[in-house]
């Protein structure tokens, strides 16, 4: 047998703090064959990206190599000066990264970044240089190399900064590609083309690939073979079909069974109780032992060996008995809308543009037009997902709705009473009735306040809970609805956990007893089994306290678990809407249509072919005639470049926005 | 572009007004004229004559901001404020107590002031940057260490200290150059090596480690990593990446002094004799000369303004994202 | 009463100040994020080390904070009057110092004079030598060559007091370490020189021993000798330096102070509520920080002189003009350099506001002002102790250099400035004059370095990036 393109074993990385080096990754071994794609797959903190950057050797400043070795087509890594390391570096293995942004260098032009690899690496300058710089680009997919060659990372949007990234990292013509999330930052229809580029690249070359993610998607979308991470030890190496068919460890189904998705729907998910142990207090046996539904003193007390299930299907747990199917819920069947109920919220055709100052004199030459005309109606006890990819004036819409940014025009009618342009004081009054969650648990709660304070601060400035102690006893009730202990009233947000912050932000919200809850992207910010109790955390208040969510997102799984209605907004409109059944099980509008394809599903099957969308959302300060999407659009008319459509009823509640549909 | 720098000079205009209000305000509202002149006069000659003939000397005899006696626009300009504020929009700064032309005194001082100035400005940002680098380079060593030490105990030394300790030093011991003075055309040198040597290392400890903490913010960045990624040599990342980036910071507190060398180091010209702009506001200082110090209050401040304009422009040279847009 | 006390205006700040740093202690010590912070100072070496050295300062500063006026002796029937001299805690403590004055120049640890001076002989006739000093080394009487003995004798003395200190000092900090930690004494000990204290103790220690190693056999030294030599008019140097610290000291705190709650409010306000106000305070700020600093304070100082000069009625005393003028500087100062700091805040303020936990805030409706106070205000605190501590070591400096431009305190004030001012003109002497200058520079040096240690350790344990 051939040796394997990269051989890690036993790899252990740790991160100096004060006088002690604290293990994030101990001692894990994995093979990546040539033509291969391995993924690590791994919720935030579990030594992934250290592995990855361990393996480089470009552990940041507190990072250190503690022991094991990597070998590169059997030459060993670790032991290599650093300058022969550098030729290693960008020409037989090479990176990408999480954020395009960022990682390229703001005053440098794409040409010069790439140059340098083929420079150092190909020893190419001058024209022959230019001429693999233009095939690379075109490699990568950017129209126009010529230009982009000259421009700098700025000019360029998010997925062509991620592409410029692939090719520099092609540039010096690796035998392995590390690529660290390299989808995280994107939008879900860039993210496809991107995976497909790696993909297609990979085979075209027969690059080994190191992917690592915390996406199950991805992992179905481009994996051959796949290694669970967990506190900083992998617990399971399966092939791509075993791994999806036969998950064997208990922390690897906890992770499927959390995932939201409509055969869920109308049941709780499962979740992780708990969290990941800290660096500082990892357990002496199994690491997830305290978590684990399957936990034996033995686990406690002993990590668990490997063990061989089939061919390349291995597992690090005692258990061997069989497993209890995670999820047995049902499609239950959510409450009938009655019909004649009358909408709490109902907001007609509200309008966020913000000038464009230009010139001298600061006269406005033009406006973004971030929300330009969105309807919706909300019904109390029921939730409405908003859902739209960055940069398509979602979150604004949710800020205009609670007046916290002032809309341009349209209406905004809460129980009937009209926001826009309400006076300060009356607004007060409706503020108890309409809340919000915002998206950042870490920049939501002051840092400085106590928790008891936070969640007290609304009652004290609308005046619905009168007096101290009243108040110490509702903010007490309110932590037992969110699942947070008693004693968390003194202490501090940071000493929570992203999961736990975000029920105290929902915990504060809900402490004036709204109707209405805009909920900004409140999961997007958390690992998966976390996202899990904070959507069981929603769905239960709803049926407990009958509060309407306006649930702004970009993530259509959550869409598919817990609304009832969705509305999809592309560049500040809203495309298509209706009850979520018939908008997700039929999309009329062709960016629904590519929206969904585009979702990378968390299985074998159901590998649907992605409807390809070409190019990025363009700048809402200049939208594109006509209807907004035509330039991306596949099924794009004579007509759709002039007229914006109008909508058009479909079914019981579908309306869509487009000229397919007369 | 061009619309950017036309719209910084015309927000200049009003700064500047605010700045001539504000010292019209310091010179001759919080004490009237009379008050000066008994005090320039000495308590033994003040008698209501000779007040009246000091004023009268200098043009302070008219009123504040509104003569009601002239006639026409005479009002307006036949004042303290016309005479003595709003002229200095023209350069014309009138005359100091020794009887000479202010506005021809500041010409005749600018390039002395600028010989020792430049040179200086020049050679401490290279001293100091490439200390900065180098101590950025070995991060978390015992170089990076004892450097940034160092750094510190020299930015804790008066400034009064380098330059005395200079003078007595290489002048006095040594005999090296002269103690002070200040020669005509080429000849300037053996004046100038003195001085110059003692500004940069006065400056070296603070600079150098404001540079280091802006180089050393850069080193964390994902660029770099990138730039590491790719196999370049340390030496390449530092020159070619980080320096380019960490330049805008700098350029901040770097450009905006430029046009300010021309006012001269105030100490360093008064320790070294060199007749420039420094020494001749201090003597000003020394001397209560209030119409030379109003003079060079708005000159400074013309001149920081200036330097903000520039600091704008060279911000969009040195950055990409601000030059293309 | 056989004395009367004079409140100064600056007396007035410094203790006002006091107040303020044990208020704010309080509430350190309720609000756990400043409490870990101060803790993270606490552990730090070097910032120990540098608060101990800071403290030796402060008290000196602080006794040089309580000024009377003696009653001068008179007849019973007349009403009392008290002398035109006003004296603080620290001229009484230093009485030895301040009184002994000589003629004129000497050296440190002279006998004689700097300069030679016609002398009678006891015996009729007149010789030309360097006369014998009034004080210094007086008790040697005519032995002058057992000054070296002597010398090394008394600081041997000192020296060895220093070591009794530090060890009864020692040994307190060890049983208070070793009761706190619940542990022996030995293992106390052992935790304190391992560093396996909260608290920095072995760093405190060191300094302190240090110190004492170096102020006690001075001070053994101080009752006979002149250490530091005298200053033209027979000061003793020492003297002048002790008078110096209080000095520095206010212009270092005060002017921060002065300028702390505009910068503050006018940073926050500017960056919140932004539009007109914005532009305004943006205008005002501008227009001040266009203005080169040292014209500023310049013209600013020359106008208050002429004031000063045209009031002579206002005071009653030398010191209660000399006084209010260096509060006058001190605000001066604090006008000239509030900018940055409002600067600095309004653009935090801008980053602030625009954090979702304003945004919740915002969705209670609650007002603007409270807004600040709870949410921005709390968040902006690290700025602001970071600047005060920044600044402090600048301001030292900054007040030398004025002074020397005779835009600085009181020319009968005694600062770093003064001293080094009046000092530099002796430098062409020859022999030359170098004691007093060299005083003054190490004493500012030891300040200064001090504060600008402690300033970084500050700065990195309030930094919220550096957590």
């Known amino acids: 047998m051939n040796s394997p393109l990269l051989r890690v074993t036993d790899l252990r990385l740790g991160f100096a703090a004060g006088r002690q080096t604290l293990l994030a990754v101990d001692g894990i071994s994995f093979e990546v064959g040539a033509g291969e794609t391995f993924a690590l797959l791994g919720e935030s903190g579990c030594g992934k990206s250290a592995t990855a950057q361990g393996i480089m050797r470009l552990l940041p400043a507190a990072g250190r190599i503690v022991g094991g070795s990597v070998e590169l087509a059997g030459r060993e890594l670790l032991s290599l000066p650093e300058a022969d390391m550098r030729s290693v570096r960008g020409a037989r293995m090479a990176m990408i990264f999480q954020e395009p942004a960022t990682s390229l260098n703001p005053v440098l032009t794409v040409g010069q970044q790439i140059g340098e690899v083929l420079a150092r690496h190909r020893h190419l300058t001058g024209e022959p240089a230019r001429q693999r710089m233009l095939e690379l680009l075109r490699q990568v997919g950017i129209a126009d190399p010529d230009r982009r060659l000259t421009e700098y990372p700025f000019q360029l949007s998010g997925g062509m900064k991620q592409r410029v990234m692939i090719a520099i990292a092609l540039a010096g013509e690796p035998d392995l590609l590390i690529a660290d999330e390299p989808t995280t930052a994107l939008d879900v229809t860039v993210q496809a083309q991107i995976l497909d580029l790696l993909v297609r690249l990979q085979t075209e070359r027969g690059m080994g690939m190191l992917l690592i993610t915390h996406d199950l998607g991805v992992v179905a979308r481009v994996a051959h073979r796949v290694g669970v991470m967990y506190a900083g030890e992998l617990v399971e190496v399966a092939p791509r079909e075993a791994f999806f068919t036969n998950p064997r460890h208990p922390y690897t189904r906890a992770l499927f069974a959390a995932l939201p998705e409509v055969s869920r729907r109308g049941g709780a998910l499962t979740t992780i109780p708990g969290q990941v142990p800290s660096l500082d207090h990892m357990p002496a046996g199994c690491r997830f032992a305290d978590r684990c539904r399957y936990v034996t003193p033995l686990s406690r007390d002993h990590s668990p060996p490997w063990r061989m299930l089939s061919d390349g299907h291995k597992v690090r747990c005692f258990y061997e008995g069989g497993m209890a199917e995670e999820a047995p819920h049902g499609e239950t069947v959510l409450p009938p809308l009655a019909a004649d109920t009358a909408p709490i919220l109902d907001v007609r055709d509200l309008k966020v543009h913000f000038p464009i100052r230009r010139g001298i004199l600061q006269r406005t030459v033009g406006h973004v037009k971030a929300v330009d005309g969105v309807s919706l109606s909300l019904s109390p006890g029921r939730t409405l997902a908003l859902v739209g990819e960055s940069g398509c004036g979602k979150t604004t819409v949710g800020k205009a709705i609670l007046q916290l940014i002032q809309p341009t025009g349209g209406q905004v009618k809460l129980n009937g009473s009209e926001l826009v342009g309400m006076p300060a004081g009356r607004l007060q009054g409706m503020r108890r009735h309409l809340q919000m969650v915002f998206q950042d648990p870490f920049a939501s709660l002051n840092p400085r306040l106590r928790v008891g304070e936070i969640i007290a601060e609304g009652m004290a400035a609308l005046g619905v809970v009168a007096g101290g102690r009243e108040r110490a006893a509702a903010v007490a009730i309110l932590l037992e609805q969110v699942g947070l202990p008693a004693e968390a009233v003194g202490r501090y947000p940071h000493e929570f956990s992203g999961g736990q912050r975000q029920r105290i932000a929902i915990a504060r919200a809900l402490a004036v007893q709204p109707e209405v809850l805009v909920c900004d992207e409140p999961t997007s910010a958390l690992d998966v089994s976390v996202q899990a109790q904070i959507l069981n955390l929603l769905k239960s208040l709803q049926e407990s306290l009958g509060v309407a969510y306006l649930f702004i997102t970009h993530n259509f799984a959550v869409v598919e678990y817990l609304a009832h209605e969705v509305a999809v907004m592309y560049l500040g409109r809203i495309v298509e809407r209706g009850s979520a059944d018939e908008v997700l099980r039929s999309p009329k509008h062709p960016y629904t249509r590519a929206l969904l394809s585009a979702v990378p599903q968390p299985r074998l099957e159901g590998q649907g072919p992605v409807i390809k969308l070409g190019g990025e959302t363009p700048s809402p300060a200049n939208p594109p005639a006509g209807c907004h999407f035509h330039p991306r659009c596949p099924n794009v008319m004579e007509v759709c470049r002039s007229v914006w459509p109008a909508s058009t009823q479909h079914g019981a509640t579908q309306t869509v926005a487009c000229h397919l549909y007369k | ?325 | 009463m056989p004395f009367q006390i004079v409140i100064l205006w600056s007396d007035v700040l410094v203790w006002l100040l006091v107040a303020a740093c044990l208020g704010f202690g309080f509430v350190i010590t309720r609000t756990e994020h400043l409490l870990a912070a101060w803790r993270r100072v606490g552990k730090s070496r070097i910032g120990m080390a540098a608060a101990t050295v800071l403290m030796v300062f402060g008290v000196i500063g602080l006794l040089d904070s309580l000024h009377y006026r003696l009653r001068l002796e008179g007849e019973a029937d007349k009403p009392t009057v008290y002398s035109i001299e006003v004296l603080s805690v620290l001229d009484t403590v230093a009485s030895p110092v301040r009184t002994r004055n000589e003629k004129t120049y000497s050296a440190p640890f002279a006998t004689r004079l700097y300069a030679k001076e016609t002398i009678d002989l006891p015996g009729g006739g007149q010789t030309r030598g360097y006369p014998r000093l009034k004080y210094g080394g007086a008790h040697l009487g005519g032995d002058e060559a057992r000054l070296p003995a002597d010398v090394a004798r008394k600081a041997a003395m000192g020296f060895v007091l220093a070591v009794l200190t530090w060890c009864g000092m020692a040994a307190l900090v060890t049983m208070g370490v070793g009761k706190r930690e619940g542990v022996g004494r030995s293992e106390a000990w052992r935790r304190i020189w391992q560093g396996e204290t909260h608290f920095s103790w072995n760093a405190l220690l060191m300094t302190a021993g240090g110190l004492m190693a170096l102020i006690l056999p001075l001070l053994s030294l101080a009752g006979y000798y002149h250490v530091f030599g005298t200053d033209k008019v027979g000061q003793d140097v020492l003297y002048q330096v002790l008078k110096s610290v209080r000095t520095g000291l206010i212009i270092g705190l005060v002017t921060t102070l002065v300028m702390l709650p505009v910068a503050v409010l006018m940073g926050i306000v500017a960056g919140y509520f932004r539009g007109w106000v914005d532009d305004l305070i943006q205008y005002i700020y501008t227009v001040l920080s266009s203005i080169p600093g040292v014209l500023l304070i310049a013209a600013a100082v020359l106008m208050m002189q002429v004031v000063i000069d045209t009031h002579p009625e206002w005071f009653a005393t030398a010191a209660e003009r000399a006084d209010l003028r260096l509060l006058a500087l001190c605000f001066i100062l604090g006008i000239t350099s509030w900018t940055s700091l409002c600067r600095l805040l309004r653009g935090e303020t801008l980053k602030l506001r625009e954090l979702e936990y304003i945004q919740a805030a915002q969705a209670f409706g609650v007002s603007s002002w409270r807004i600040i106070l709870r949410h921005i205000l709390p968040n902006l605190m690290h700025i602001v102790v970071i600047t005060l501590v920044m600044d402090f070591s600048g301001l030292v400096l900054a007040e030398a250099v004025l002074s020397y431009i005779d835009i600085g305190v009181d020319p009968n004030t005694i600062s770093f400035g003064t001293m080094i001012n009046n000092a530099r003109l002796e430098l062409g002497r020859e022999p030359v004059v170098w004691w007093s200058l060299a005083a003054a520079f190490a004493a500012m040096l030891m300040l200064v370095l001090a504060a600008n240690l402690f300033a970084d350790v500050v700065r990195d344990a309030f930094d919220p990036r550096a957590v």
């Open chain 2, 1 to 325: 572009m061009l619309a950017y720098i036309v719209r910084r000079l015309l927000y200049a205009i009003p700064i500047l007004i605010g700045v001539n209000l504000l010292t019209f305000a310091l010179f001759f509202v919080v004490n009237t004229p009379d008050d000066m002149a008994r005090m320039q006069l000495g308590v033994k000659r003040v008698t209501p004559e000779a007040i009246q003939k000091w004023k009268a000397e200098r043009g302070y005899d008219k009123p504040l901001l509104w003569n009601s006696q002239a006639p026409g626009a005479g009002a307006l300009t036949d004042t303290i404020f016309f005479d003595k504020s709003a002229r200095m929009f023209v350069g014309d700064f009138g005359r100091a107590e020794d009887g000479r032309d202010i506005a021809l005194e500041i010409k005749g001082r600018m390039l002395p002031s600028l010989a020792v100035q430049l040179p200086n400005f020049i050679l401490g940002l290279f001293v100091t940057i490439i200390f900065a680098l180098t101590l950025a380079f070995f991060r978390a060593t015992a170089f990076d260490f004892w450097g940034v030490v160092l750094c510190v105990v020299m930015m804790s030394i008066s400034s009064l200290f380098y330059i005395i300790g200079g003078q007595y030093l290489v002048s006095k011991v040594w005999r090296l150059v002269p103690i002070s003075g200040f020669g005509e055309g080429l000849d300037a040198w053996r004046f100038l090596v003195l001085p110059v040597v003692v500004g940069v290392i006065s400056g070296i400890g603070s600079s150098t480690r404001l540079y280091r903490t802006i180089f050393l913010e850069e080193v964390g960045k994902d660029y770099i990593r990138t730039a590491r990624a790719k196999g370049l040599p340390e030496t390449v990342v530092f020159l070619r990446h980080l320096l380019r980036n960490a330049l805008i910071p700098i350029l901040t507190g770097v450009v905006v002094v430029i046009p300010s060398l021309f006012m001269g180091a105030l100490i360093t010209e008064s320790f070294f004799g060199i007749p420039g702009l420094g020494s001749y506001t201090i003597d000003a200082i020394k001397a209560q000369d209030f119409a030379v110090v109003r003079s060079m209050v708005f000159i400074g401040a013309v001149l920081y303004i200036i330097g903000l304009i520039l600091t704008d422009i060279s911000y969009s040279i040195a950055d990409p994202r601000i030059r293309l847009k």
